[in-house]
């Protein structure tokens, strides 16, 4: 029954692929029809089925290069380091400049597979074929020998990939197409949200032990996780030991092969179904109404520049998949050694089939762009006024739901955040949102009119082909930089665990140490730290705009002043699940801050107008009737209104802001129709009751709002404005 079932969704897979019904032979009289090259029977492929794919009784394997003479498969047995089979491609085999036959009668269980590719050698043109190298398929949908974190067995520096079959049953399962101005976004590393004991979770540091933590995250109110790389890449790359502790590639940022899921995350061994694990995982958080977006790095690969390896692109067309200067070398607009040549055609393809490919098999929601302002470069490095692989990204029909998300700036230089070309469809991290809050927040209050204008959506940078909020990414704290604990306990990074004298990483973090740098026992000042988180995560949940959260901010995670830990598989980078009940009051207030913003349409989105005759949007002073924002203003108040459809009436918030060092007495805008304001939040509330579910009517419009601290009040209205 099994094998029935294998072969049925062989067959549907030949036909989504080729768009036709495939009609099974007689076997006899295939063989018949079939070439034989070094005792293996093979016969012409499918020229548009890229890769290795099962098919009835034998497997295609496809592959282009355009400077090649001639490439011939490589067969291994699987750990092997010599392989026990070459099959050149016939020269009748190649069409164009794509190479494709069938091979018969292969045992898929335990056979591995690579490539050697000959052609001229000459880097001055960047050509660097040489059929010594024997090469990864760039279009691997697994790759063998990095099963085990920390442990590369690639023997030889060879990359060998795997033959994958494809047969899960996704059933009804489709992609959420959750709004952007109704989402928020949790940005977590797969391994290091459970590696630590503390997660409890039967297998840690994997996609199953992530599995387990669905339940946490939508308790949380996490409606989209965005998961750093999990595309292969080789963690050993850059592995070294500094002061008896040994130094990994844990972010992932140096992808091997795009088209395959790292199979160090996977709990066991996939021989021939990887991904299998991670599918059942998306569609876990899918039947939790969760989303999942992958970052993806289209700006460079683990192949580096002229000193690093020949994994894969090197040696099918090493001058079509990197920007190379005139004289052969690599441009280095990624900071990583290379460039990938987005905007090649071929390359262009490439990466439209890879991402079509993991919204097909994978039904994934979205994918984060890392160094994005790459993907607008031209062939020689110049920026692109119209980039054709961004815009057909944004057109493309089979990604015409998912969120697309630009980090809109690369290593070269080229800073884009509000300017990123969009065709109505990208949205971008808004870094000038984190740095102007960061400034502010901190006490700078003198930066209130850029505050003002974060807050309210940055509509000076979201105008014209812009989607208004829904471009804007909000976030104060990624995985680059200080996570949010860290933020208000150090004044500058401490990556002295690093390697680098402690010269790697940022030091324009915009934070502040309360007091004193690092851990303390003082009371007042881990008081005052917390009081700081807690505007922190009001502000941006009180923003307009989608927010993005990182894992672990909600319990007060910290890594010890690293501002820049990607080389740390360890207690700096991994979850400390203890301090969720060492700090679980700043968890609550934290969910609780989430649920308010979903409660409260006006501040995610214009709404119809207000019944009650408010505008949408209006900022204020101490006194509301009197004054503008300007750098002297020591605090400002923020007022979001409209009618909501979905409520029945009105939906009138007011923001108040004090990042200054003293006491400031207020006054609230007034309400129409004997309308009153309620207290909904105060972070700087004496009792310790920061939130209120239910709010508190306030008796007149006066308050005092307490030094650096946060206010929120709901409009409540006697008069039926319904």
């Known amino acids: 029954m099994q094998e029935f079932r294998r072969r049925r969704v062989e067959k549907k897979v030949l036909r989504e692929h080729r768009g036709i019904e495939f009609r099974k032979m007689d076997l006899n009289r295939q063989m018949l029809a079939l070439d034989e090259i070094n005792g293996f029977r093979i016969r012409p492929g499918y020229y548009e089925m ?63 597979y690579a490539y050697s590719v000959d052609g001229p050698w000459d880097p001055s043109r960047g050509l660097l074929f040489d059929k010594k190298h024997l090469l990864l398929d760039p279009y691997a949908k697994a790759v063998s020998g990095q099963r085990i974190w920390g442990q590369n067995d690639n023997r030889n520096g060879i990359y060998r990939a795997r ?11 489709k992609q959420l197409e959750t709004p952007m101005e109704d989402s928020i976004i949790y940005e977590l590393h797969v391994r290091g949200f459970t590696k630590d004991p503390s997660s409890g979770v039967r297998y840690p540091g994997t996609f199953e032990g992530l599995k387990e933590k669905i339940p946490y995250l939508k308790h949380l109110g996490i409606t989209a ?68 977006i992958l970052d993806v ?17 090197k040696g099918f067309d090493n001058n079509i998949y990197y920007m190379l200067t005139p004289d052969g070398k690599y441009y280095n607009f990624s900071g990583c050694g290379n460039t990938v040549n987005c905007n090649n055609p071929l390359v262009q393809e490439m990466i439209v089939n890879c991402l079509r490919y993991w919204v097909e098999d994978y039904r994934v929601d979205g994918f984060r762009f890392d160094l994005a302002s790459i993907l607008g470069r031209n062939e020689d490095g110049t920026p692109m006024d119209r980039p054709p692989l961004i815009q057909r990204l944004a057109y493309d029909p089979i990604l015409g739901n998912c969120k697309l998300i630009a980090e809109a700036w690369d290593a070269g230089g080229m800073y884009q955040v509000g300017s990123f070309p969009a065709w109505n469809r990208w949205a971008e991290w808004n870094g000038k949102y984190r740095d102007d809050i960061r400034s502010y927040l901190k006490g700078e209050y003198w930066s209130a009119p850029e505050a003002i204008k974060r807050i309210t959506g940055s509509m000076d940078l979201y105008g014209g082909e812009y989607v208004g909020y829904n471009s804007s990414i909000n976030f104060l704290t990624c995985h680059d930089g200080f996570p949010l604990y860290d933020l208000y306990s150090y004044n500058g990074k401490h990556n002295e665990a690093n390697g680098w004298n402690n010269t790697d990483g940022t030091d324009d973090n915009r934070s502040w140490n309360c007091g004193v740098e690092g851990e303390t026992d003082d009371p007042e000042i881990i008081k005052l730290r917390f009081r700081m988180m807690r505007n922190a995560i009001t502000i941006l949940m009180c923003s307009r705009g989608t927010p ?36 679980h009051d700043f968890y609550d207030f934290y969910r609780n801050a989430i649920q308010f913003r979903k409660r409260h349409p006006a501040i995610r989105k214009d709404l119809q107008p207000a019944k009650c005759g408010l505008p949408f949007e209006s900022s204020h002073v101490e006194d509301p009737y009197n004054g503008n924002i300007t750098k002297d203003s020591r605090m400002i108040g923020i007022r979001f209104a409209g009618y909501s459809r979905d409520k029945g009436h009105d939906d009138v918030i007011y923001i108040a802001i004090n990042v200054f060092w003293e006491d400031i007495p207020i006054k609230l805008p007034g309400l129409p129709g004997g309308g009153y304001w309620a207290l909904a939040i105060n972070t700087g509330a004496p009792d310790e009751k920061y939130f209120h579910n239910r709010p508190v009517p306030l008796t007149d419009d006066g308050w005092i709002l307490k030094a650096r601290s946060v206010c929120v009040f709901v409009g409540n209205f006697p008069t039926d404005y319904s």
Not at 163 to 173: G, L, M, P, Q
Not at 554 to 579: K, M, V
Request: hydrophobic letters at 35%; glycine letters at 8%.
């Open 297 to 313: 790095v289209f700006n460079h690969t683990a192949e580096g520049n002229e000193n690093g390896p020949f994994i894969s692109f």
């Open 225 to 292: 996780v965005e998961l750093m790389p999990i595309f292969e890449f080789d963690e050993t790359r850059d592995k070294r030991e500094v002061n008896g502790r040994t130094l990994l590639d844990y972010w992932g940022y140096n992808t091997v092969s795009f088209f395959a899921p790292n199979t160090a995350y996977a709990s066991v061994g996939e021989y021939n179904y990887e991904g299998l694990e991670l599918k059942n995982l998306i569609k876990e958080f899918k039947d939790n109404g969760i989303e999942v």
């Open 50 to 112: 890229n890769g290795a794919t099962v098919i009835p009784d034998g497997v295609n394997f496809t592959c282009y290069s355009k400077g090649a003479k001639s490439i011939t498969l490589l067969l291994f047995h699987r750990g092997e380091s010599a392989p026990y089979g070459t099959i050149p491609f016939p020269e009748s085999y190649k069409i164009g400049k794509t190479y494709s036959m069938i091979v018969f009668g292969l045992d898929i269980e335990n056979i591995e």
């Open 548 to 583: 993005m959260l990182l894992a672990g901010d909600e319990f007060g995670n910290t890594q010890f002043g690293n501002n820049n830990a990607y080389c740390q598989d360890n207690e700096i980078s991994w979850l400390n699940w203890n301090l969720m009940k060492k700090n």
């Open 163 to 173: 033959i994958v079959r494809n047969n899960f049953e996704w059933n009804a399962t």
